[in-house]
């Protein structure tokens, strides 16, 4: 395998663990957003925003390599 191809692979590996951790991400920032009684309390709210923001930022590096279809799901 040629060097170019090896870095397409490693990309489209790290696309795939970019994927995995934006969804573990979501649920972490759900349920947070539960727990935060209406943004009421600070820790739960401080979480849900940055795994908010932190999910977000990882899709769209994730689909800079993968197909539209596999991030978006359904």
Same mark, same amino acid.
């Given at each position: 395998?040629?060097?170019?191809?090896?870095?397409?692979?490693?990309?489209?590996?790290?696309? +795939? !663990?970019?994927?995995?951790?934006?969804?573990?991400?979501?649920? !972490? +920032?759900?349920?947070?957003?539960?727990?935060?009684?209406?943004?009421?309390?600070? +820790?739960?709210?401080?979480?849900?925003? !940055?795994?908010?923001?932190?999910?977000?930022?990882?899709?769209?590096?994730?689909?800079?390599?993968?197909?539209?279809?596999?991030?978006?799901?359904?």
């Amino acid at each position: 395998m040629s060097g170019t191809a090896r870095l397409r692979v490693r990309r489209a590996d790290m696309a +795939w !663990v970019y994927l995995s951790v934006a969804g573990i991400l979501e649920i !972490v +920032w759900a349920s947070a957003m539960k727990h935060s009684e209406g943004f009421t309390k600070l +820790w739960p709210t401080i979480i849900s925003l !940055v795994g908010m923001v932190a999910s977000m930022i990882l899709l769209s590096m994730a689909m800079k390599t993968l197909p539209l279809g596999t991030g978006r799901g359904r």
